[in-house]
């Protein structure tokens, strides 16, 4: 089945310093992305989509210069937390548009979550 | 108002009974409507997904969809203790639109 493979799994890191966190479609080609987070028994929130090419669309309310999304391949994108504060701890999902093969219909498939904690 | 919400829980179904959760949501022109459950830690999985009103089976689970009353269901049947998770209820505003906008979750325990 479809895969997406998210990298580092978790992080832990010092305030100010930058991580970046990568998200991989392993066996299907994924224009679009898009990355969550999720803080402790809250829902996902979008934070923004990536698109292969392209520059990110950030919703409302996330910093795109502190959430700087690059999306260089139809396989990889990347999110990177620049100068993390400790209130950026969070759990960072993304998740990559495919079309399901049984349905045609055009799915979401998660990778693991990176768990991020800034000291 | 939330755009979706869930009963936050938790919900406990002893095993090998139904288990229903439910989910309402704000948007009258939302088209796609997804169930994901979550583990503890881990990322959500897609469970099934529903377009259309009326009932929609997998396995032991089964989509409700009534979008004159913005309501949309999961039931599964048969609980098993591996069910026990959080279930994310997923709305997509348009064919063209691929953002989701999740539910806070409705956390299931089955006891054995």
């Known amino acids: 089945g479809a895969v997406v493979s998210q990298h580092p799994s978790w992080v832990i890191c010092k305030s100010g310093t930058s991580v970046k966190i990568e998200c991989r479609s392993l066996d299907f080609q994924a224009t679009t992305m898009f990355w969550y987070r999720q803080f402790p028994k809250q829902s996902l929130m979008l934070m923004a989509t990536?698109?292969?090419?392209?520059?990110?669309?950030?919703e409302q309310g996330v910093e795109k210069d502190k959430f700087l999304i690059n999306h260089a391949s139809l396989t990889l994108s990347t999110l990177t937390v620049t100068s993390a504060h400790p209130e950026d701890s969070s759990f960072y999902i993304c998740?990559?548009?495919?079309?399901?093969?049984?349905?045609?219909?055009?799915?979401?498939?998660f990778g693991a979550g990176s768990r991020l904690t800034v000291l | 108002q939330k755009e979706v919400e869930q009963n936050s829980g938790p919900l406990s179904v002893p095993e090998g009974a139904i288990a229903s959760l439910n989910c309402t949501y704000s948007d009258r022109g939302s088209q796609s409507f997804f169930w994901y459950r979550q583990y503890s830690g881990k990322s959500p999985e897609l469970i099934m997904f529903?377009?259309?009103?009326g009932d929609k089976e997998d396995g032991r689970f089964t989509a409700q969809l009534n979008k004159a009353s913005q309501y949309v269901s999961l039931l599964i049947r048969d609980s098993q203790p591996s069910d026990s998770a959080t279930y994310l209820c997923a709305v997509r505003s348009n064919f063209g639109n691929e953002k989701l906008t999740f539910g806070t979750g409705t956390r299931l325990t089955i006891i054995p």
């Open positions: 990536s698109n292969e090419g392209s520059k990110a669309t950030y």
């Open positions: 529903i377009y259309s009103n």
């Open positions: 998740s990559a548009r495919r079309t399901s093969r049984s349905s045609g219909a055009n799915v979401l498939t």
